[in-house]
C-alpha cells in the first residue's frame, strides 16, 4: 500500500468522502439559512456542518481534519458563535428590550426575512458546529491518550 | 432604557464573560482574574441595586423580547429574588477574588473562569426566571458547569465523583422535567403566573400531586435532602476549594431550595402534606447529616456532610410554612452560604498551605496561619450557633418559630443536631489547629493576600451577620423576601399587574 493509505480509512471510504462532503457541508449551511422558514435551524445545520468535518477525520485521520479546523479555530468559533448571539440579544436594548427584534420584518416566506432570527440562527450554527466537532475531538484525544499510556 | 433593563444584564454579563475569557484567556494571562473579578463585582453591586429597586418599585417584571406575558418570556423580580441574587452573586465576587491565587496551582485558569461564570449565569437564571422551561433551561445550564467544575483536577477520585454527580442530577433534572411537562399538558401554559391562575381554577388533582412528588425529588436533589443526597459527600470534597464553596454555599440553595419554595410556595400552592413532608425531610436531613458528619476525618468531607445537615434547617423553617418559620429559614439560608463558603475556604487555604485535608495530620495551624486560623474558628461557632455569630440568630429564630408552631418534637431534634455540629467542630478545631505543631508542618507559611483578604471579608460578614435583624435591613432584605413566600398563590395577580 502507497503512504497516502497509511491513515485513515479504505480508498473507496476516502473517495466517497471527498465527493460528498462539500454537498454535506452545503446542506447544513443551507439547513442554516432556511432555518426562519423551514424545519432546521442554527442547532440542527451546526450539526450537519460538525458532521462534515468529523467524516474528513473519519476518512482522512485526525491531522487532514485538524488542517482545516484546528482545535484552537474550533474553540474560538465556539466563543464567537456565543458571545455573537449575545451580541444580538443586547442589540435589542437599542429598541428598549432585551431580545428585541429590532431589524425589519420584511416579507414573510422571503429568505431576507424575520429581522434578527436568521442571524440568530447562524450564531447558533457557529456555536454548535464547533462545539460537536470540538467534543467528538476531545474523545478522540482522550482515548489516544490512554492508549498511549497503556 | 429604564431602570428594569438591569434584570437580563444578571444572565447576560456572567455569560459575555464565559466566553470572552476564554477567547482572550489563552494569550492575555492576566485577562481570566480581571475579567471574573471585575464581572462578579459589577454582578454584586447591581444585586444590592436590586434590592433597592425592589423596595421602592415592588415586583418588577420584565418582558423578554418586548413580548408580553404569558404569551412571551418574562422575568420577574421580587423580594426572594433580590435576596437570593444579593446572597450568590455577593458570595461568587468574595470566592473569585479567593481564587486569583489559589487557581494558580492548576493549569488553566481561563477555563476555570469560564465555568465559574457559566455557573454563575445560570444560578442568576434560575433565580431571575418567571418562566417554567427557563428555569429548566438555567438550571440545566448551572447543573452542567459545575459537573465540569467538580472534575477539575481530572485525578482519578474527582472524575468518579464527578460522574456520579453528572448521573445523579441528569436523573434529577430528567424528574423536574417531567413534571413540567405534565404541569404543562394539565395547564396549557409555562408562565409561572399564568400557570399559578390555571391552577387555582381548575383546582388540583391527581396530576398535581404526581407534580409534586416529581419536584421533591428532582428539587429535593439537587438540594441534597436526605434520602437524595449521596453524591454530596463525594462531589463537594473533590471540586477545588472555592467551587465546593460556590456548590455548598449557593448552588444547592439556588437550584434546589429556592426552585422548591418557589413553585411549591407560589405556583402549585402550599398544602398541609407538603409542609409535613418538606419539614420531615429537612428534619431527616439536619440530624442524619449531621450523624454522619461527626465521624469523618476528611475536612472537606465533614463539611459536605453538614451542609446537608444545615439545609436541613432551612428547609425545615421554610417548609413549616408560617411568617417566623419562613423567615428563620431564609436567614439561616444566607447565613449558611457566608458560613459554610468560609468553611470551605478555610479547608482550601490549609490544603494550600500543609497540602492535606486529613485532621489527622494537621494540628498546631493557628499558630502558623493566624488569619486562616481565626476566620475558621468564628465560623465553626457560627455554624454551631454560638453567640453573636450569625448562625446563633437565624437558628434561635428557627426554634423559637418551632416552639410557638407547637411542634416541639422537631424543635428538640434541631437543638440536638446543634450540639452535635458544635462537638464536630470541636474536633475540627482541635485536631486542626489548636492541638500541638506536627514536626513536618513546621515549615508551612500563611496563604497569599487574596486568599486572606476573601476569608476576612466573609468572616466579618459572619460576626456582624446578627445586624441583618435590625433596622431598615431587616425590612428591605429579608422581610420582602418572606412576604413573597407568604403571598402564595397570590404571586400570579402580583406578577400580571407588575407587567409593564
Not at chain 2, 482572550?24 to 481570566?32: L, Q
Not at chain 2, 467538580?150 to 434529577?172: H, N, W
Not at chain 2, 407534580?211 to 436533589?221: D, E, N, Y
Request: hydrophobic share 55%; charged share 10%; aromatic share 12%.
Amino acid at each position: 500500500m502507497s503512504r497516502e493509505h497509511d491513515k485513515g480509512m479504505s480508498l473507496i471510504v476516502k473517495t466517497i468522502t471527498r465527493l460528498t462532503v462539500g454537498l454535506i457541508l452545503l446542506y447544513g449551511v443551507y439547513i442554516v439559512m432556511h432555518g426562519h422558514l423551514s424545519p432546521g435551524g442554527g442547532f440542527a445545520g451546526g450539526v450537519i456542518i460538525a458532521l462534515s468535518f468529523i467524516n474528513i477525520m473519519l476518512a482522512y485521520g485526525k491531522e487532514d481534519a485538524f488542517k482545516k479546523l484546528s482545535r484552537a479555530a474550533a474553540s474560538m468559533w465556539e466563543s464567537i458563535g456565543a458571545i455573537m448571539f449575545l451580541g444580538i440579544a443586547l442589540l435589542g436594548f437599542t429598541g428598549g428590550y432585551f431580545f428585541l427584534n429590532f431589524l425589519n420584518k420584511g416579507e414573510p416566506f422571503k429568505l431576507f426575512s424575520a429581522g434578527i432570527i436568521p442571524l440568530c440562527n447562524i450564531a447558533i450554527s457557529f456555536k454548535v458546529g464547533a462545539g460537536v466537532f470540538a467534543i467528538f475531538v476531545a474523545l478522540i484525544l482522550l482515548k489516544i491518550d490512554v492508549e498511549k499510556k497503556e | 432604557m429604564t431602570a428594569s433593563s438591569i434584570i437580563p444584564l444578571f444572565v447576560a454579563i456572567p455569560l459575555a464573560g464565559a466566553f470572552i475569557t476564554p477567547l482572550i484567556g489563552k494569550k492575555v494571562k492576566w485577562a481570566p482574574d480581571v475579567i471574573g473579578n471585575s464581572l462578579t463585582f459589577v454582578l454584586a453591586v447591581l444585586s444590592i441595586f436590586s434590592v433597592m429597586m425592589v423596595s421602592s418599585s415592588g415586583t418588577i417584571v420584565y418582558s423578554v423580547g418586548g413580548w408580553m406575558p404569558p404569551v412571551g418570556i418574562a422575568m420577574v423580580l421580587d423580594g426572594l429574588t433580590s435576596f437570593m441574587l444579593v446572597t450568590v452573586n455577593l458570595l461568587a465576587f468574595i470566592i473569585a477574588v479567593f481564587s486569583v491565587n489559589y487557581m494558580e496551582k492548576f493549569t488553566s485558569k481561563a477555563k476555570f473562569y469560564c465555568l465559574f461564570l457559566l455557573m454563575l449565569a445560570g444560578m442568576n437564571g434560575v433565580l431571575i426566571s418567571g418562566d417554567m422551561f427557563n428555569l429548566f433551561v438555567f438550571l440545566e445550564i448551572a447543573s452542567v458547569a459545575s459537573y465540569a467544575l467538580v472534575a477539575f483536577g481530572t485525578e482519578r477520585y474527582e472524575l468518579e465523583a464527578a460522574f456520579k454527580y453528572a448521573i445523579m442530577g441528569t436523573v434529577g433534572s430528567l424528574f423536574v422535567l417531567l413534571g413540567i411537562v405534565f404541569l404543562y399538558s394539565y395547564t396549557s401554559t409555562l408562565n409561572m403566573a399564568d400557570m399559578a391562575q390555571v391552577l387555582m381554577q381548575k383546582g388540583g388533582g391527581n396530576i398535581v400531586l404526581m407534580v409534586s412528588a416529581l419536584f421533591i425529588m428532582g428539587f429535593g436533589l439537587k438540594a441534597a435532602l436526605v434520602p437524595f443526597h449521596a453524591w454530596l459527600p463525594d462531589a463537594h470534597p473533590s471540586a477545588p476549594a472555592p467551587i465546593s464553596a460556590m456548590l455548598s454555599g449557593v448552588l444547592i440553595k439556588s437550584l434546589g431550595v429556592y426552585a422548591l419554595c418557589r413553585i411549591f410556595f407560589n405556583v402549585i400552592g402550599m398544602t398541609a402534606d407538603i409542609s409535613s413532608i418538606l419539614m420531615f425531610l429537612g428534619a431527616l436531613s439536619m440530624v442524619v447529616g449531621v450523624f454522619l458528619a461527626i465521624g469523618q476525618w476528611d475536612f472537606k468531607r465533614l463539611l459536605a456532610y453538614h451542609s446537608i445537615s444545615q439545609i436541613g434547617y432551612v428547609v425545615l423553617g421554610i417548609g413549616l410554612g408560617t411568617p417566623l418559620g419562613i423567615f428563620g429559614g431564609l436567614f439561616h439560608l444566607f447565613n449558611h452560604s457566608v458560613f459554610k463558603s468560609l468553611l470551605f475556604l478555610d479547608s482550601g487555604a490549609v490544603e494550600y498551605s500543609a497540602g492535606t485535608r486529613d485532621l489527622k495530620k494537621m494540628g498546631g495551624l493557628a499558630e502558623k496561619m493566624p488569619v486562616t486560623g481565626t476566620t475558621s474558628l468564628i465560623a465553626s461557632m457560627s455554624i454551631a450557633g454560638v453567640p453573636p455569630f450569625n448562625g446563633f440568630w437565624s437558628k434561635l429564630i428557627i426554634i423559637i418559630a418551632l416552639v410557638q408552631a407547637g411542634r416541639h418534637g422537631y424543635a428538640f431534634w434541631a437543638v440536638v443536631a446543634s450540639v452535635l455540629t458544635l462537638a464536630s467542630f470541636a474536633k475540627v478545631m482541635k485536631y486542626a489547629f489548636f492541638d500541638k505543631l506536627k514536626e513536618q508542618l513546621k515549615q508551612i507559611k500563611e496563604v497569599p493576600i487574596f486568599m486572606k483578604l476573601s476569608m476576612s471579608a466573609l468572616a466579618l460578614i459572619c460576626l456582624f451577620g446578627g445586624l441583618l435583624l435590625v433596622g431598615a435591613v431587616k425590612i428591605d432584605f429579608l422581610d420582602k423576601a418572606t412576604d413573597v413566600l407568604l403571598e402564595g398563590t397570590k404571586y400570579a395577580a402580583i406578577v400580571f399587574k407588575g407587567i409593564g
